[in-house]
């Protein structure tokens, strides 16, 4: 009797072990599941066929040299910065940019094109120089690749510059460009040629910037996008 009940002691030990290693099983297998499965309402395509639509897409936005956005930026350098509105304008290789800071209550405009660059809004008057990038570090300490990110801000290499590289994504729009020691990554909208968003980085320096709205070039969707709450 002794005998019976320990083998049925046995058997049920080990139907528990094999149900649990089955649960363990299954749950494993669910979260590898998980980790490849595609965002809801992600387009994708044939690599081929992603590949021709970027690169009508590259001509489309590169074809629409006058535009505008509106939005919202940060900057961050070793640990300093700051944040506020963007107004940029774009006619031809000339650009007109509006820095707004509510929290200083500080603003700036920077006008300019190829070789040339005036500040305005500073103490002790405007300020001349022939780089845009370096006359805005110098004097609010905002490390913003001006000339570079007229393109990047589309989602474009910027042109006559270092050699870039592109990581598209499912649908052929880029994820993200190196070029010039910087790393762009981006958010698009369910479509349209324009981003919504940009995260640059370059070592300690960071640009981050949401548009509110673009206007002329190649948009055929005005892009908004919340503030990611990181």
């Not at 006619?91 to 190829?114: C, D, I, K, N, Y």
């Not at 598209?168 to 349209?192: F, K, V």
């Not at 324009?194 to 370059?202: C, F, G, I, Q, Y």
């Amino acid at each position: 009797m002794a005998a019976s009940v320990a083998v049925v002691g046995g058997m049920r030990a080990a139907l528990t072990r094999t149900a649990v290693i089955a649960m363990l099983a299954l749950g494993l297998s669910a979260c590898v599941g998980g980790a490849v499965k595609r965002p809801a309402g992600e387009t994708v395509v044939p690599a081929a066929d992603a590949a021709q639509r970027e690169a009508a897409r590259a001509q489309r936005v590169r074809a629409g040299n006058e535009w505008s956005l509106t939005g919202r930026i940060a900057v961050s350098n070793a640990g300093k910065g700051g944040s506020g509105r963007i107004e940029w304008t774009q006619r031809g290789e000339r650009f007109e940019v509006a820095l707004s800071a509510p929290v200083t209550r500080q603003s700036w405009r920077l006008v300019g094109g190829p070789g040339e660059a005036r500040l305005e809004g500073l103490e002790g008057g405007p300020r001349s120089g022939d780089n845009a990038a370096a006359l805005l570090l110098e004097t609010t300490g905002w490390d913003i690749p001006v000339e570079a990110l007229g393109n990047w801000l589309r989602g474009l290499p910027a042109e006559g510059g270092a050699a870039a590289k592109l990581t598209p994504g499912p649908d052929g729009r880029p994820l993200s460009i190196e070029q010039g020691g910087w790393t762009i990554a981006y958010q698009w909208p369910a479509s349209g040629d324009l981003p919504s968003r940009l995260d640059a980085r370059r070592a300690s320096a960071r640009v981050r910037l949401i548009v509110d709205e673009w206007q002329g070039g190649a948009a055929d969707v005005s892009a908004a996008a919340a503030p990611s709450s990181r």
